[in-house]
Structures are given as structure tokens and as C-alpha cells.
Nanobody, 119 residues
Framework: QVQLVETGGGLAQAGGSLRLSCVAS????????VGWFRRAPGKDREFVGS????????SYADSVKGRFTISTNTAKNTVYLQITNLKPEDTAVYYC????????????WGQGTQVTVSS
């Protein structure tokens, strides 16, 4: 089992940037991928991107390519989501989640961190 805590959200101006952090604890050796998701008001949860924990390869949703960057500091058991050129439509609760080795879906989720972008 893995526990996740997201931090770094807050209020930002359009055009600015934020870096969100996801700190993992527990059975780190069982992690396959760490993903980022978001849920905007009145909308379904949306996949943002993910990073493979073994080789750091990344994947992104087409909707966020060019503005969102995922990286990791494995020594700190931390995955980051860097968001640049923030837009009001980025306003959402952002979650990180873990796909375990051998699993087909993300089963472990953090509590979320609120990002609010003002115009």
C-alpha cells in the first residue's frame, strides 16, 4: 500500500505558474506509475499526465501538453507537477495517484490540492 499527500496549490494569476508536489510513503518499491488528475467545478475527473517511476518516462494529455511538466525526485519520494502559463480553466482540485506494478488502474489517491486561477 502507498499513501500520497499533495501540496503546492493556491491562488494564482492567469499567466503565472505553480509547482505541485506529491509525496509518497509506504511500499515505494511497488510503484509502477504516478499520475496526476484534476477535477474542475462541474466537470468529470480528467487525466493530466503520468511518470513511470522506474525510468522517469512521462505521458501527457493532449489538452495540457506544452504547459504541464511532470518530474520526480526519487530520493525524496516526490513527484512534481509544474504548471506554466496558468489559465482560469486550470482551476480545479489536483490529485496524484499511484498505479502499482501488475495493476491495471490507479488505486491509491491523495487528498487533493486546490488550484484557483484568477483572470
Amino acid at each position: 500500500q502507498v499513501q500520497l499527500v499533495e501540496t503546492g496549490g493556491g491562488l494564482a494569476q492567469a499567466g503565472g505558474s505553480l509547482r505541485l508536489s506529491c509525496v509518497a510513503s509506504g511500499r515505494i518499491s511497488t510503484i509502477d506509475r504516478v499520475g496526476w488528475f484534476r477535477r474542475a467545478p462541474g466537470k468529470d475527473r480528467e487525466f493530466v499526465g503520468s511518470i513511470r517511476y522506474s525510468d522517469y518516462t512521462t505521458s501527457y494529455a493532449d489538452s495540457v501538453k506544452g504547459r504541464f511538466t511532470i518530474s520526480t525526485n526519487t530520493a525524496k519520494n516526490t513527484v512534481y507537477l509544474q504548471i506554466t502559463n496558468l489559465k482560469p480553466e486550470d482551476t480545479a482540485v489536483y490529485y496524484c495517484a499511484v498505479l502499482l506494478i501488475g495493476d491495471s488502474q490507479f488505486l491509491y489517491w491523495g487528498q487533493g490540492t486546490q488550484v484557483t486561477v484568477s483572470s
